[in-house]
């Protein structure tokens, strides 16, 4: 059982994918960062200071006055945000590594005909002759 199993875990497959996975962890930390940090602050700004995560409708508030419930779109917005983002800068890698692979696998001219060919189609010329 254990041989499957490192046979299974050590398959170019499943080692492609955890690093896929662990990559793109840390690069949605990345985007998380860049939306709330860069991309949102000057947002805010210009629509009146308004920052984003802070929005929400109460549904319902604690004796205290805290808010027990509430629906907090604005940090929806923001979830929004950082999809699009990573999902375009997902779509500019995978143009740009279609792009170096399309480079690689430009066709090549055929080889050149071999003597055995050259004499056959030879042959086939005099006969139709």
């Known amino acids: 059982m254990w041989k499957e199993f490192k046979k299974f875990v050590m398959r170019g497959n499943v080692v492609d994918m ?54 907090r779109y604005g940090v929806f917005i923001n979830v929004l945000i950082e999809f699009v983002i990573i999902a375009f800068a997902i779509f500019l890698l995978v143009k740009a590594i279609n792009n170096v692979k399309a480079k690689e696998e430009k066709p090549t001219a055929p080889p050149a005909p071999t003597e055995e060919v050259l004499l056959l189609r030879e042959i086939r010329d005099l006969l139709k002759k």
């Open 18 to 71: 955890a690093v896929g996975i662990i990559i793109g962890a840390a690069f949605g930390a990345i985007i998380k960062s860049l939306v709330n940090d860069i991309i949102m602050p000057p947002i805010g700004v210009l629509i009146g200071g308004v920052d984003f995560s802070k929005l929400q409708v109460v549904l319902k508030r604690a004796q205290d006055g805290s808010v027990k419930a509430a629906i």
